[in-house]
């Protein structure tokens, strides 16, 4: 039997890693127009990075009219993921390096109702999961090694983009793809040519001008690339 893959829709998820943190929730109005709020939780153990965390997790929650997405970069998510379910993500997405039990927590995720997502590393390919791609709702592709903002976009990940995409389709799945690390006006349509849909930016909104417009400026720019 034949199955298709319903079009993904192309969204924009603002990272507040560099937000200004002492005015937080003026700092999420900024970003009003964007489909979901990125927020990155690092333990200093999965990545050489210690930012957020539960606190401004709950605060973003609250100020925020929009859905969160939590990015997970911290060992034993298997414990952790369902306490960002539990405390309001829309979205949890984990590390498939830090995980024991991809396909469990995948399942304990969306029984909470909760979107899950599983993340790759550069380094780490989609092959293993291939099989198993109904048990998530996305597949975070990581265009950086893990850890920081504001680094260079790393180009060689968009056949790892495009083997997803068509794996997706072949299966006939809703899957969303997102990418994460360096978009920005120059990258996002080779990304969104690629085949992801979801994508985060951090540095790209939060240090323009204008963040409204330059959301507005990269889901136009993605939207054009879909289309070719
Ligand atoms: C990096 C984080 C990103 C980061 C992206 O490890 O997962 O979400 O904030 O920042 P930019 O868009 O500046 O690369
Ligand atoms: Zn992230």
Known sequence: MMTTSPTPPTLISPSILNCDFGHL???LDKISNADYVHVDIMDN???????????I????????QLPI??????????????????????SVTFHAEACAAPLRLARELRKKGTRAGLAL????????????????DMILIMTVEPGFG???????????????????????????IQVDGGISRDTIERAAEAGAN???????VYKA???????ETLRSLANRAHKH
């Open 209 to 215: 001008e204008d963040a409204f417009t330059e959301i």
């Open 150 to 176: 504001g680094q260079s976009f790393i180009d060689t990940m968009m056949p790892k983009i495009t083997r997803t995409r068509k794996a997706i389709e072949a299966a006939g799945l809703d899957v969303w």
């Open 45 to 55: 153990h999965f990545v050489p990075n210690l930012a957020l965390g539960m606190p």
């Open 69 to 90: 997405d939590a990015h997970l970069m911290i060992e034993n998510p298997d414990t952790w993921a369902p306490v960002y379910a539990e405390a309001g993500a829309r």
């Open 25 to 27: 929730a003026s700092e």
């Open 57 to 64: 997790f709950e605060s973003a929650v609250k100020y925020s």
């Open 121 to 136: 590393k550069p380094a780490t390919g989609i092959e293993p999961y291939i099989d198993i791609l109904n048990e998530f």
């Open 198 to 204: 979801n994508f985060v930016a951090g540095s790209a």
